[in-house]
């Protein structure tokens, strides 16, 4: 049953920056807090946080958004589908910034502070240089108000800082690390408005996480250290903190923090390799959470039915390509040929045998896809996978000196006479299992014969198979002019 009544509803958000494409890291942490909304019948949020006003664009939302849906992530409020807590780009609601930093100049919890990058990068190197923390020394602190007169008459333009109180202990209670503490006196007064009068993003996420109603702030690890900052707004503006619940890490296959150098790490590039997002669902809900059985194969369903946050690990997640690539397969394998054929197009229309593929009988089609499909690990195997079926036979000396054999080529010949006008995958299967017989000949000297004349290739797919996509003219074709 649902912890979840009435006036407690859960309502979680997804925040994520529109720098760039959506990481397998943010979609991660997308897909907990989907998870966690669904189970708990509550509701998920998408909100955009574009405060970097030089590195976020409209084409990186559209990216994110897109990465989203295509791996099966809905939400119920935010940006395209509307809500009553809006506007959900943060761009959008500097009003609502500026009426509360307002309210934390007015009560002294912030003050205007006209220091310049040049003095604060002096100041930084006197601290580093005597070994002190790095942090803004308060200088503007005690600007009288005549003193601030002065300086905006002269046209400057101030940061608002946030006046940190020292020697104070702050708790973040983490649903999933437990009770992480900060001293106050490590954190120094911090700038919640730029000068150019943009919020800073842990001034503007705790403003848009209390006017959302946010009851659960579940985000990565990276952003731990940013809460007890905003711990202090939450608490000089008198809102009620949410509970928060920091994912770990994700890291590559050596133990180093996920990177390009990892391979592909935005959902785009996987989508484009061919992982269907079914497989990427399931692999990023075992990215640092573990279902309760031995089952790891679990579709949306399953996943929103068994998640819960008491089950996030507090370790960091490897990212193993080979179980996605694994979980991949299983997918793949389990889609209707039908389905899965239309899924392939796109893909096989990059290959050079498109032309031939394209012109297949519908039902030969399904056969090139039935055979192929238990050898692809993504989509885009596919144009790999079907050349054995079109390429021109290529053979080496020791093939031609086994073909060369004049009962080899006697046998060919026979092959050739008892084929049929044509047959459908059965009937090829028939055909075949009774070839050694009818020939009078052991099966080994009957199938790999075959099966070299026909692509030069001792492997490949079956050739009932073969035959039916080959065609009965082809075979005829290539035996003859083997022969
Ligand atoms: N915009 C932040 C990011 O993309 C979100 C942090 C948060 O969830 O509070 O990392």
């Not at 930084?124 to 790095?134: A, D």
């Not at 002269?154 to 999933?176: E, H, I, K, S, Y």
């Not at 039935?370 to 195997?381: Q, S, T």
Request: charge should be negative.
């Amino acid at each position: 049953m649902s912890i979840n009544s009435g006036m407690n509803k859960v309502k979680v958000r997804f925040a994520p920056s529109p720098t760039g494409p959506l990481h397998i890291g943010g979609a991660r942490s997308a897909l907990f807090n989907y998870l966690f909304a669904r189970n708990q019948q509550g509701t998920l949020v998408l909100r955009i946080e574009d405060t970097d006003l030089e590195r976020s664009s409209l084409e990186s939302e559209r990216e994110i958004v897109e990465s989203l849906s295509w791996l099966g992530i809905s939400w119920d409020e935010g940006i395209d589908v509307g809500g009553s807590n809006g506007p959900y780009r943060q761009t959008e609601r500097l009003d609502t910034y500026h009426r509360y930093v307002d309210q934390l100049l007015r009560s002294g919890h912030a003050y205007h502070c006209f220091c310049t990058e040049e003095e604060l990068a002096e100041e930084r190197q006197v601290m580093l240089y005597k070994g002190q923390i790095v942090a803004y020394s308060g200088k503007c602190r005690h600007l009288t108000p005549e003193e601030r007169e002065e300086k905006l008459s002269q046209g400057l333009l101030p940061t608002v800082r946030f006046r940190v109180p020292a020697g104070d202990n702050l708790v973040v209670n983490d649903l999933v690390r437990g009770a992480v503490s900060f001293d106050s006196s490590e954190i120094g007064d911090f700038i919640i408005v730029k000068s150019d009068g943009i919020p800073t993003y842990n001034f503007a996420v705790v403003i848009d996480d209390h006017d959302m109603k946010i009851t659960h702030v579940i985000r990565a690890e990276e952003h731990l250290s940013n809460t007890p900052r905003q711990l202090l707004i939450y608490r000089a503006l008198g809102f009620k903190t949410p509970e928060f619940a920091h994912i770990s890490l994700i890291l590559g296959s050596d133990r180093q923090k996920m990177s390009k150098r990892h391979g592909a790490t935005s959902v785009m590039q996987y989508r484009q390799a061919g992982y269907l997002p079914e497989a990427v669902f399931n692999f990023l809900a075992l990215l640092g959470w573990s279902p309760e059985g031995e089952q790891e194969i679990l579709d949306q369903d399953e996943i929103i039915k068994q998640f819960s946050l008491q089950r996030v690990a507090k370790n960091p997640a490897v990212f193993d390509l080979e179980k996605l690539n694994w979980l991949n397969a299983q997918y793949i394998k389990r889609k209707p040929l039908k389905h899965l054929g239309e899924m392939l197009k796109p893909y096989l229309q990059t290959s050079p045998f498109w032309p031939r593929v394209e012109h297949l009988d519908e039902a030969v089609y399904e056969v090139l896809i039935e055979a192929i499909r238990d050898r692809l690990v993504c989509l885009g195997d596919v144009v790999r996978e079907i050349e054995p079926f079109f390429a021109d036979p290529r053979y080496d000396a020791d093939t031609i000196s086994q073909l060369e054999q004049p009962e080899v080529r006697e046998m060919l010949r026979l092959f050739t006479e008892r084929l049929p006008e044509r047959f459908d995958l059965d009937q090829a299967r028939i055909f075949m299992k009774g070839l050694p017989k009818a020939l009078q000949l052991p099966a080994k000297r009957v199938y790999m014969p075959i099966r070299l004349s026909l692509t030069g290739n001792p492997h490949g797919p079956e050739l009932p198979y073969l035959f039916v996509v080959m065609g009965i003219p082809e075979i005829r074709r290539r035996i003859s002019a083997l022969i």
